[in-house]
């Protein structure tokens, strides 16, 4: 059974960082590449930053370029989103989700697993 659970959300005010974590289990994780998207209420899905299967080449919105930072380690089967100087616009449900084969895509339609969210909320 496929799953991607995240974890790591939560209030913090504006300027501070969290580090979302998302955990992959059911599939062969290095196998595929992964990223990070983010939804508000009555907009669609955005992506935010995505990732390689090595972890050698990544992607940022121009939104989050410079504040956050994509990462994963294939050995724990887990991906990451450090977000530093975050902002009340960042507020948001923060999914991960995965694609087989290496190129990073920006739809979201465009892959195959999707975590559950986890809630950031950044107050002013």
């Known amino acids: 059974q496929v799953q991607l659970v995240e974890s790591g959300g939560g209030l913090v005010q504006a300027g501070g960082s969290l580090r979302l974590s998302c955990l992959a289990s059911g599939f062969t994780f290095s196998t595929y590449a992964t990223a990070w998207f983010r939804q508000t209420p009555g907009k669609e899905r955005e992506l935010v930053a995505a990732?390689?299967?090595?972890?050698?080449?990544?992607y940022s919105a121009d939104s989050v370029e410079g504040r956050f930072t994509i990462s994963r380690d294939n050995a724990k089967n887990t991906i990451y989103l450090q977000m530093n100087s975050l902002k009340p616009e960042d507020t948001a449900v923060y999914y991960c989700?995965?694609?087989?084969?290496?190129?990073?895509?920006?739809?979201?339609?465009?892959?195959?697993?999707w975590g559950r969210g986890a809630q950031v909320t950044v107050s002013s």
């Open positions: 990732i390689r299967w090595g972890g050698n080449n990544a």
């Open positions: 989700a995965a694609r087989g084969g290496s190129q990073i895509r920006v739809l979201q339609n465009e892959y195959d697993w």
